[in-house]
Structures are given as C-alpha cells and as structure tokens.
Nanobody, 124 residues
C-alpha cells in the first residue's frame, strides 16, 4: 500500500485547511491521521473505519476537524476548521488492512502503512 498525502500549507489562526490521503495498492480497512509537532511525540488526530464509516477523534480536535472518505478513489480527507497555533505540525496519513476496534485506532503501532507527511503551519 502506498499513501500519498497532500493539502498542507500555511494558514492564519481561525482558518481552515483540508488534507487528502490517497491509498493505492492493496485494500485498506482503517485509515487515520496523526501529527507531530516540533519537539513532541507523534499523536493521534482522527481515524475512520472503511466498512462501517465509524469515526474517531482526539479530544483536542473534536468539533473542529472532520474525517471523511471517498470510497471510489480510496481517499480519506481531514477537514480542519478553527485552526490554532497548537495545530501546527507535520500531519501523517496512516492505513492498515485490518479493521481496527475503538480501543486500538488511536495507537500508531496499529498502522502498517504511512504517508510521507504534510506540513501544516498556523501562524499570524
């Protein structure tokens, strides 16, 4: 599986961005987004289960970010609203062939495939 992430960039506080991640190769059943800010560990942002469309969010982004999919294009999106400086990070798309349960979707170790990362900078 290859993952191609795009959509990062610079935005002012309060702005919006949409990230995309296209998967090619074998079918995946769970896709997610993680992020890593400078000097910090990689953290979970959001995940989506392909089969039942179940969605999961980190508390820090709940109500501001929305994960969705376009099944025909094997693509997952992360729509980000009300961005603030704490959202500044490299965002990584992740995927796995397994259907992850709620207790495991937030763990980076559960994902076998990773995209190259796309930088999101929130600054005035």
């Amino acid at each position: 599986v290859q993952l191609q992430a795009s959509g990062g960039g610079s935005v002012q506080p309060g702005g919006s961005l949409r990230l995309s991640c296209a998967a090619s190769g074998r079918s995946v059943r769970t896709m997610g987004w993680f992020r890593q800010a400078p000097g910090k560990e990689r953290e979970f942002v959001a995940a989506l289960r392909w089969g039942d469309n179940a969605k999961y969010y980190a508390d820090s982004v709940k109500g501001r970010f929305s994960i969705s999919k376009e099944y025909a294009k094997n693509t997952v999106f992360l729509q980000m609203f009300s961005l603030n400086s704490e959202d500044t990070a490299v965002y990584y798309c992740a995927a796995d062939e397994g259907t992850k349960i709620a207790s495991s979707v937030r763990s980076s170790s559960q994902y076998r495939y990773w995209g190259q990362g796309t930088l999101v900078t929130v600054s005035s």
